[in-house]
Structure formats: structure tokens, C-alpha cells
T-cell receptor
Framework: NAGVMQNPRHLVRRRGQEARLRCSPMKGHSHVYWYRQLPEEGLKFMVYLQKENIIDESGMPKERFSAEFPKEGPSILRIQQVVRGDSAAYFC??????????????FGEGSRLTVL | SQKIEQNSEALNIQEGKTATLTCNYTNYSPAYLQWYRQDPGRGPVFLLLIRENEKEKRKERLKVTFDTTLKQSLFHITASQPADSATYLCALPASGGSYIPTFGRGTSLIVHP
């Protein structure tokens, strides 16, 4: 029973390039969350999606960041024109719809983005 | 929105002792509070959830309390082991209308053999 799968685990980009981070939720989970963790800081919520819908994007920067969770395939967090400040660990989590009201999340191992 | 406070200083204890970690929140009383464990370079792992109408929850060597008057949760690990060394994160809903967990910065626990 595979857990939440994220790839790539490590990604290096130069300033101005695009970064695409992928997340496949646990089997049967239809809710996906993205969090960002900066060094020595806590997890910061970015966006919550269900299949084909963005439910809450209150934590997403207004520019350069976007997220999707298509009907088929993984959820993708896209960062355009990356800057050094985007360097962080990006975690994806999923939850089973029936447990959504408890907020219990299952996390992937994260994608670590380094912007040179 | 909710502000969550966890001790930023690492907690160092001796193997076999009970570790106690604190999570304080500042605003409204949440419907639930969760604790996660995070190891270096890994994703957080869910440990326990306690609801607003529960005062205490136990799971093996773990115990969580929830005091809505003090706006505080305590997380205890009894008979601690070096393998318990990790960062422990507290999480609760960001606001009254949301159930999406918002996380504290976490407290690092180091158990010495």
C-alpha cells in the first residue's frame, strides 16, 4: 500500500527557470495539500485541492506559483521564474475524504528545491 | 488566524525519562489538535489526534492532553528511547471555519543513551 509519492526528491534550478513538483496521493485519497518548509521554520500551508478543483489557495503566493490536481495523474505544484527565496522543502500530503474533517494528513517525503 | 507556539529550544533528556513537550495556541479553541513527528530530511508522520471534548489521549508510550482553558496541549513520551529523538510538531485548524492543519515550528527532542 504505497504512501504519498513525491518527485523529484531533489531539484536544482537556476534563477528564472521553472520548477515542477509532482505528488501522487495515497490510493483512495482525493484530497491533496501542499506545504512549504523553509530551513529552521515550520510547515506553511500553501494550497488544498480536490480532483480538478482548488479548494483553498490562501497560502499561495499571488505570483509565479500555481497548483493543479487533474482528473488523471498527479497533483503538480508549478513555480515559474524561480528566485533564491523559493529554495525550500515542499511537502505534499493527502487525506481520505471521509477523514477530511479531522485534518489527519499523510505526508510524502518532500521535494527539496535549490535555486542557484 | 491561529498562532501556535512551541518551544524552539531543543529538549535534552536521558533515556528512560519522560519527555514533555508543550504546544500553546492564542486564539479560538480548535475542534482538534494533532501531533506529528518529523525526522531530518523526511516528511511529518501523524502520531495522535485529540478533539476539543477530550482531555487526554493515549497510544502506547505516548500521551496527549488538551486544556482548552489554558489553550495548551502537552505531549508526553514515557520511557523515552534514543529512537524517539526527532522534531515534534503540533497542528490545529488555522481558523474556526477551516479544518486544514496549521503547524507550529516544532520542538526538537534529543534522548541521550
Amino acid at each position: 500500500n504505497a504512501g504519498v509519492m513525491q518527485n523529484p526528491r531533489h531539484l536544482v534550478r537556476r534563477r528564472g527557470q521553472e520548477a515542477r513538483l509532482r505528488c501522487s496521493p495515497m490510493k483512495g485519497h482525493s484530497h491533496v495539500y501542499w506545504y512549504r518548509q523553509l530551513p529552521e521554520e515550520g510547515l506553511k500551508f500553501m494550497v488544498y485541492l480536490q480532483k480538478e478543483n482548488i479548494i483553498d489557495e490562501s497560502g499561495m503566493p499571488k505570483e509565479r506559483f500555481s497548483a493543479e490536481f487533474p482528473k488523471e495523474g498527479p497533483s503538480i505544484l508549478r513555480i515559474q521564474q524561480v528566485v533564491r527565496g523559493d529554495s525550500a522543502a515542499y511537502f505534499c500530503a493527502s487525506s481520505l475524504s471521509g477523514q477530511a474533517n479531522t485534518g489527519e494528513l499523510f505526508f510524502g517525503e518532500g521535494s527539496r528545491l535549490t535555486v542557484l | 488566524s491561529q498562532k501556535i507556539e512551541q518551544n524552539s529550544e531543543a529538549l535534552n533528556i536521558q533515556e528512560g525519562k519522560t519527555a514533555t513537550l508543550t504546544c500553546n495556541y492564542t486564539n479560538y479553541s480548535p475542534a482538534y489538535l494533532q501531533w506529528y513527528r518529523q525526522d531530518p530530511g523526511r516528511g511529518p508522520v501523524f502520531l495522535l489526534l485529540i478533539r476539543e471534548n477530550e482531555k487526554e489521549k493515549r497510544k502506547e508510550r505516548l500521551k496527549v492532553t488538551f486544556d482548552t482553558t489554558l489553550k495548551q496541549s502537552l505531549f508526553h513520551i514515557t520511557a523515552s528511547q534514543p529512537a524517539d529523538s526527532a522534531t515534534y510538531l503540533c497542528a490545529l485548524p488555522a481558523s474556526g471555519g477551516s479544518y486544514i492543519p496549521t503547524f507550529g515550528r516544532g520542538t526538537s527532542l534529543i534522548v541521550h543513551p
